[in-house]
């Protein structure tokens, strides 16, 4: 029972202080799709808060980003990020935490333990994964 006990206790404690906010929406693109502007322009209309769309992109080169520009003017209200890749293929995102209001740019951790598993850490309390920058090339 009192082990019980302290895990609740303890489930408590890791609850972040901030209210909920909704996770972001992930979108990758690759070239200009059929009706691509309106499929992603629903991503843009949905109800749910002040959440982030995400569009990642292959390359710089993509003609799905004059679409998205095309989105973030039609949509100024709506958080829209778009992202990349590095050369090594790991893409790069924009994200915030659940319990915080803060934009975030970096690679996923779950992508760079695939590539590099000695720059990924895992948090010993929570077991979050982690990225270590100073160890990826």
């Known amino acids: ?59 710089a080169t993509d003609p799905a980003i004059a679409v998205v520009e095309r989105l973030r003017a039609r949509f100024p209200e709506r958080d829209i990020a778009l992202i990349g890749r590095r050369d090594d293929g790991l893409g790069i995102y924009s994200y915030r935490y659940l319990w915080s209001d803060t934009a975030f740019v970096g690679v996923l951790a779950q992508e760079v333990a695939l590539r590099y598993p000695a720059a990924v850490v895992r948090d010993p309390l929570f077991g979050y994964l982690g990225v270590d920058y100073a160890r990826l090339p």
């Open 1 to 59: 029972m009192a082990s019980i006990l302290r895990f609740r206790i303890l489930l408590r404690r890791a609850r972040p202080a901030a209210p909920w906010r909704p996770a972001p929406m992930l979108k990758p693109l690759y070239g200009r799709e059929f009706e691509l502007e309106e499929n992603l322009a629903s991503f843009c209309r949905q109800e749910g808060g002040d959440y982030q769309v995400v569009f990642g992109v292959h390359d």
